[in-house]
């Protein structure tokens, strides 16, 4: 026989187009697995709401809004937040102030450093414990698996196309597929990148329709961003701000919303107006409230 390792060139790419859609199929599958609905139904807090909600981002604002709401925070006018009252007892709530404790720290830098914080840690792990939660080493160790097959792939269709080549075999399709696996191992690499946030599973949204949670949470400021996003925090103006300065997906709801004038300096619970947004004394420029 003639053929480069025994097999020819049709033959070898069918089989190689199989091996080059096997690593990442097997990939997905695992990861949908994951995902399944795994009959958990209760959901024990407001912060375990909030992350099968929204992430671990959502936690984030649930904690800031709950200290919003009790004046334990304070925005100035650039979305700057500044602790007002001693360290709270909550444990995600202490995080955040004394994250923010000195000259202050956006909402973008909080949640950041809130993903990386023990207490969120924690959270994760447990609502992984329960089923609602993705187990994120578990769904990375798929996509890894899928990158060392694809490596070895791909060694061995440049290993075919270096033999092929000088013995004048047509190696169009070849190259074609290499390069296919190529982009596959790209596509394997960013998909077990590590997700901070948390991948919810069938079983959460569920949970969050028809689960066994307290709904009185609703109700409060906290429970309200929890459900709902920072669009649904009780005072517009400082909705708004926080919105805007934390880079959130709600940009919309924060293009149509009023807002106080340039450099006002807002401060939870006093008036704008007679309305229900709040704003402080103006700090430096810019109009106040009311008009």
Not at 98 to 118: C, D, I, N, Q
Not at 153 to 162: D, K, S, V
Not at 214 to 219: K, V
């Amino acid at each position: 026989m003639n053929e480069p390792w025994g097999i020819s060139g049709p033959a070898f790419a069918w089989l190689y187009g199989v091996c080059a859609v096997l690593p990442i199929a097997f990939a997905v599958a695992h990861e949908l697995w994951l995902r399944r609905d795994t009959g958990a139904r209760t959901v024990p807090g407001l912060y375990h709401l909030a992350a099968l909600a929204d992430g671990v981002e959502r936690v984030t604002d649930t904690a800031v809004a709950g200290l919003l709401d009790r004046h334990f925070l304070r925005p100035d006018g650039r979305g700057i937040l500044h602790p007002v009252k001693p360290v709270p007892a909550d444990p995600f709530e202490r995080a955040i102030v004394l994250l923010v404790h000195g000259h202050g720290t956006g909402l973008r830098e909080l949640r950041s450093k809130m993903a990386r914080h023990e207490v969120v840690r924690e959270l994760r792990a447990d609502l992984e414990q329960r089923g609602l939660l993705v187990h994120e080493n578990r769904r990375r160790k798929g996509w890894q698996y899928a990158i060392a097959a694809y490596v070895a792939i791909f060694a061995m269709g440049i290993a075919r196309l270096a033999n092929a080549v000088p013995l004048k075999r047509p190696v169009g399709v070849l190259v074609v597929l290499i390069v296919g696996v190529a982009g596959a191992i790209g596509l394997a690499v960013w998909r077990q990148w590590p997700d901070r946030s948390g991948r919810a599973t069938a079983a959460a949204g569920l949970a969050l329709r028809f689960g066994d949670w307290d709904r009185a949470l609703a109700g409060s400021a906290a429970g309200k961003v929890a459900l709902h996003g920072l669009q649904a925090f009780p005072d517009r103006v400082v909705a708004v701000t926080l919105i805007k300065t934390g880079g959130t997906r709600a940009r919309l709801f924060a293009g149509s919303a009023s807002t106080c004038g340039g450099g006002a300096s807002y401060a939870v619970g006093s008036s704008c107006g007679g309305g229900g947004s709040s704003c402080g004394s103006s700090s430096g420029g810019g109009g106040g409230c009311g008009g």
